[in-house]
């Protein structure tokens, strides 16, 4: 695709584009991989979302199941028929971690629907990355890519959490608040898309995440990105 020159173009943009504007200079650098302020700021926000998710996602279970006795510390004591307690700590840990993975995927298939994109994504151990370095996405698409993933994972949940037996709810419960506390890292994304300048377009490479402001915008010094 042939780089767009008019700016009123790429402000209405409904996808990506595979090359950026000369027009276009970088602005400023998101980086959670090896940002040390962002990093900490990170893992605070996580420990929050734990704080927040809990409850929350317990309000969401007694709603979808009015009369149902739920008590979140109970599910910590849950256990499968025939498992015992590691067996089904096991489970919920698979539970936990394809949960993560289907996050991810979220990501990913929105990068393909919303910014027409061509991500990559790349697992080690049992973490992930979603990537489309080669794309520029405005600042819309930027935020339903960030967004979607908690949104989706959590209406499934709360669909699951509906229908599912009684003694099934942890199993359930469990990964949907792990994905609202994994959406920490999001939340902090959203936090700095915020406070970019209205027609920025953005690249994205795993976790760095970086800013181009059009014409006029004074670019920021690098202590500051």
Known sequence: MQPATN????????TGMSELPD?????????LRTNVVNR???????????????????????????????????LWSA?????????????VFLLVVGVLYFHGLVHWGAFRVLGGASPT???QGITFSVSA??????????????????????????VLLSIVPSSGIAWVYLPVVANGVASARDILTLSWL???????LFTHAGE??????????????????
């Open 7 to 14: 700016l009123n173009t790429i402000r209405r943009m409904k």
């Open 23 to 31: 027009q276009f200079t970088e602005f400023a650098t998101f980086d």
């Open 40 to 74: 900490r700021v990170s893992n605070i926000m996580h420990f929050v979302s734990t704080i927040f998710f809990v409850p929350l996602f317990a309000g969401v279970t007694a709603a979808v199941r009015p009369g149902t006795p739920f008590d979140p510390v109970d």
């Open 79 to 91: 256990s499968i028929p025939g498992l015992g307690a590691l067996g089904s700590l096991a489970v």
């Open 121 to 123: 994504f790349s697992t």
């Open 133 to 158: 370095p080669e794309w520029v996405l405005n600042k819309r698409t930027t935020f339903g890519v960030t967004v979607l993933p908690f949104f989706v994972v959590s209406a499934l949940g709360a």
């Open 194 to 200: 915020l406070v970019t300048p209205k027609g920025c």
């Open 208 to 225: 760095v995440l970086t800013a181009y402001a059009p014409p006029g915008t004074e670019p920021l010094s690098p202590d500051k990105n």
